[in-house]
């Protein structure tokens, strides 16, 4: 039903950064939370940052000082800053809302890879 798109993915070496965008197929004020989450191969999919309406950020703990969420509603738009990239944070990172009457939507995921 929502489509969302990633974008800014790729190869970076460690300590550097790379800024994900997600961009949704209508206004992302309709969503209750909206935000990004990433699996890497063997290990379960994990929170790495989401908003809730109203404005509270969480992060999940790996990412807590080094990535930043943000949004911007006149493009439909979620970003994920990510500094001080490390090869731990390799995996691929999708974007998800949830709406106000309980569905869901995933993006297709994109390929993070932090290596030298």
């Known amino acids: 039903q929502v489509h969302l798109v990633e974008s800014g993915g790729g190869l970076v070496q460690p300590g550097g950064s790379l800024r994900l965008s997600c961009v949704a197929s209508?206004?992302?004020?309709?969503?209750?939370?909206l935000g990004w989450y990433r699996q890497a191969p063997g290990k379960q999919r994990e929170l790495v940052a989401h908003i809730i309406n109203g404005g509270n950020t969480n992060y999940g703990d790996s990412v807590k000082g080094r990535f930043t969420l943000s949004t911007d509603s006149a493009k439909n738009t979620v970003y994920l800053q990510m500094n001080s990239l490390k090869p731990e944070d390799t995996a691929v990172y999708y974007c998800h809302i949830n709406d106000y009457s309980g569905g869901g939507s995933w993006g297709q995921g994109i390929q993070v890879t932090v290596s030298s």
């Open positions: 209508e206004n992302i004020f309709n969503f209750y939370s």
